[in-house]
């Protein structure tokens, strides 16, 4: 993790925000001991109101300030809501189903961060030999449990059987060898924390499972699609958790405990374990698969509540469907009523007898226009025209033009049009002039401005010695 990620983590993340918070021993305390040491599930308002009330009264009576008011001088009720806020993040608050009391509930960071915290203190006792023992027994667990060769894994299975019958034949001998009280106590020590780490898991799953839910309710109510791209959406969630590692490992350990042979044992092992002289046992471990059971149990409920909500869908979908259809029906109803003992005449009213009904074969084919013979030739003229007035039309090459502009002007500049005929002058009288004002070419364009004007002279080219003036808007041409 960088800076950043740490960053985020002491800005967002509940667990650290409890441990920067000014009443972080109240609520490691309260929550801690009501919620964690206690394997307490949803509470009531009213239940958890009345505990955290008389550990106020305790400690507001030891504890004053130095002008002697209470330390904590808020009232329970307003401390549950404040650690249930979003922004804080330590209790979930919700209404159960068929409740309308508030319940609430510790969240995972919370547990992570009172777990921490308990781990502060110092130990008299660290066990290290079970530890590894452990360590070992899984990573033969590992090796053999995926070896896929027959022969080495039948060598291994011989090994074992070969130990066990060494250890009968000793104990048959009398030689019965005894764990001493330090390796008791190392082992006590581990089941204890494994056990206790089991029922934090547990809500580190159900928090999962219920962020699973609440992302479906959101869809199912933001949903206006077809209802069997929603169900194959959610149900490949729900799939998709049941299918990954967590799911899978979660799966596992409910079957587990609902095998009646496992618990029988379980609880045999651990009524004899509490038993013995030599360990501290804890009162908690003894029932602790009780524990678990019921935070097992708490996990799947969660899980029971998506499968509700895809059948409360399911069953409101088809209640509207059947609202509508009645709808129609009583519709029906209601206009049969109001017409009745009315004349009515059946059938529909059209403005026409018939239908003009044509079948495709009733339309023609395709016929080939007739030709149209034109007779050019003319035989007498009723004028005499000068036909010579074909032959004498004026043009004018625009693209002379242009180069006379762009031998004048460099690129990305412009000029008058009356500068530009000063260089050249104009030849072929107003109709150069007009080639000039429609030029529009690559890099060469023309720009009109009506508020202005400019006055062209130029030469006639019937009459050269005769001057003509042009009076026009002000050109401007341009080369880009």
Same mark, same amino acid.
Do not use: C
């Given at each position: 993790m960088?800076?950043d990620?740490?960053?985020?983590l002491?800005?967002?993340?509940?667990?650290?925000?409890?441990?920067?918070?000014?009443?972080?021993?109240?609520?490691?305390?309260?929550?801690?001991?009501?919620?964690?040491?206690?394997?307490?599930?949803?509470?009531?308002?009213s239940?958890?109101?009345g505990a955290?009330?008389?550990?106020?009264?305790?400690?507001?009576?030891?504890?004053?300030?130095?002008?002697?008011?209470?330390?904590f001088?808020k009232?329970?009720?307003?401390?549950?809501?404040?650690?249930?806020?979003?922004?804080?993040?330590?209790?979930?608050?919700?209404?159960?189903?068929?409740?309308?009391?508030?319940?609430?509930?510790?969240?995972p960071?919370l547990?992570?961060?009172?777990?921490?915290?308990?781990?502060?203190?110092?130990?008299?006792?660290?066990?290290t030999?079970?530890?590894?023992?452990?360590?070992?027994?899984?990573?033969r667990?590992?090796?053999?449990?995926?070896?896929?060769d027959?022969?080495?894994r039948l060598?291994?299975?011989?090994?074992?059987?070969?130990e066990?019958?060494?250890?009968?034949?000793?104990?048959e001998?009398?030689d019965?060898?005894?764990?001493?009280?330090?390796?008791?106590?190392?082992?006590?020590q581990?089941?204890?924390?494994?056990?206790?780490?089991?029922?934090?898991?547990?809500?580190?799953?159900?928090?999962?499972?219920?962020?699973?839910?609440?992302?479906?309710?959101e869809?199912i109510a933001?949903?206006?699609?077809?209802?069997?791209?929603?169900?194959a959406e959610?149900v490949?969630?729900?799939?998709?958790?049941?299918?990954?590692?967590?799911?899978?490992s979660?799966?596992?350990?409910?079957?587990?405990?609902?095998s009646?042979?496992?618990?029988?044992?379980?609880? &045999? +092992? /651990?009524? #004899?374990v509490?038993?013995? =002289?030599i360990?501290?046992?804890?009162?908690? !471990? $003894?029932? @602790?698969h009780?524990?678990?059971?019921?935070?097992?149990?708490?996990?799947?409920?969660?899980?029971?509540?998506i499968?509700?909500?895809?059948?409360?869908?399911?069953?409101d979908?088809?209640?509207l469907?059947n609202?509508?259809?009645?709808?129609?029906?009583?519709?029906?109803?209601?206009?049969?009523l109001?017409?009745?003992?009315?004349?009515?005449?059946f059938?529909?009213?059209?403005d026409?007898?018939?239908?003009?009904?044509?079948?495709p074969?009733?339309?023609?084919?395709?016929q080939?226009p007739?030709?149209?013979t034109?007779?050019?030739?003319?035989?007498?003229?009723t004028e005499?025209?000068?036909? &010579? +007035? /074909?032959? #004498?039309q004026?043009f004018? =090459?625009?693209?002379r033009?242009?180069?006379? !502009? $762009?031998? @004048?002007?460099?690129?990305?500049?412009?000029?008058?049009?009356?500068?530009?005929?000063?260089?050249?002058?104009i030849?072929?009288?107003?109709?150069?002039?007009?080639?000039?004002l429609?030029?529009?070419?690559?890099?060469?364009?023309?720009?009109?401005?009506?508020?202005?004007?400019?006055l062209?002279?130029?030469p006639?080219p019937?009459?050269?010695?005769?001057?003509?003036?042009?009076?026009?808007?002000?050109?401007?041409?341009?080369?880009?």
């Amino acid at each position: 993790m960088d800076f950043d990620a740490f960053g985020s983590l002491w800005d967002r993340h509940p667990a650290w925000r409890l441990l920067r918070a000014h009443n972080s021993p109240l609520i490691l305390t309260f929550l801690g001991n009501f919620f964690v040491e206690g394997n307490r599930g949803a509470s009531s308002a009213s239940e958890l109101a009345g505990a955290l009330d008389d550990l106020l009264y305790e400690l507001n009576g030891t504890s004053p300030t130095e002008d002697g008011q209470p330390r904590f001088p808020k009232e329970p009720r307003a401390y549950l809501e404040d650690w249930a806020a979003t922004e804080a993040g330590f209790l979930r608050r919700f209404y159960p189903p068929g409740d309308d009391e508030v319940h609430y509930e510790v969240t995972p960071a919370l547990e992570k961060a009172y777990a921490w915290v308990v781990s502060l203190q110092g130990r008299s006792f660290v066990g290290t030999e079970s530890r590894l023992h452990t360590v070992v027994e899984l990573l033969r667990q590992i090796v053999h449990g995926t070896e896929a060769d027959p022969e080495i894994r039948l060598a291994e299975l011989r090994r074992r059987r070969a130990e066990i019958d060494a250890e009968i034949e000793a104990v048959e001998s009398g030689d019965v060898s005894v764990l001493d009280e330090t390796g008791v106590r190392d082992r006590y020590q581990q089941m204890s924390a494994t056990a206790r780490e089991l029922l934090s898991d547990f809500r580190e799953v159900e928090d999962n499972f219920r962020l699973l839910d609440r992302a479906a309710r959101e869809k199912i109510a933001s949903w206006d699609g077809p209802k069997g791209e929603l169900l194959a959406e959610l149900v490949g969630s729900r799939s998709e958790i049941a299918g990954s590692d967590q799911g899978r490992s979660f799966a596992s350990f409910y079957e587990f405990l609902l095998s009646d042979a496992r618990q029988a044992e379980l609880s &045999d +092992l /651990l009524a #004899t374990v509490s038993s013995l =002289d030599i360990v501290d046992a804890d009162r908690r !471990i $003894r029932g @602790i698969h009780h524990d678990w059971s019921e935070a097992a149990d708490r996990t799947q409920r969660t899980v029971r509540q998506i499968s509700e909500q895809l059948r409360r869908f399911l069953d409101d979908q088809v209640w509207l469907e059947n609202r509508r259809v009645l709808d129609l029906v009583r519709s029906v109803e209601a206009t049969a009523l109001e017409i009745r003992g009315r004349e009515t005449r059946f059938g529909l009213e059209v403005d026409q007898p018939g239908i003009e009904i044509v079948l495709p074969f009733e339309r023609p084919l395709y016929q080939q226009p007739a030709a149209v013979t034109v007779e050019s030739t003319i035989d007498e003229t009723t004028e005499q025209v000068d036909a &010579d +007035l /074909l032959f #004498t039309q004026t043009f004018v =090459d625009q693209a002379r033009l242009a180069a006379n !502009i $762009r031998a @004048i002007l460099p690129e990305r500049s412009s000029a008058l049009l009356s500068d530009v005929i000063d260089m050249y002058p104009i030849e072929q009288g107003a109709a150069e002039i007009v080639g000039y004002l429609a030029l529009n070419d690559d890099d060469v364009s023309v720009d009109i401005d009506d508020t202005d004007e400019t006055l062209l002279e130029y030469p006639d080219p019937d009459d050269p010695e005769t001057t003509k003036r042009a009076r026009l808007p002000r050109v401007t041409v341009r080369r880009r």
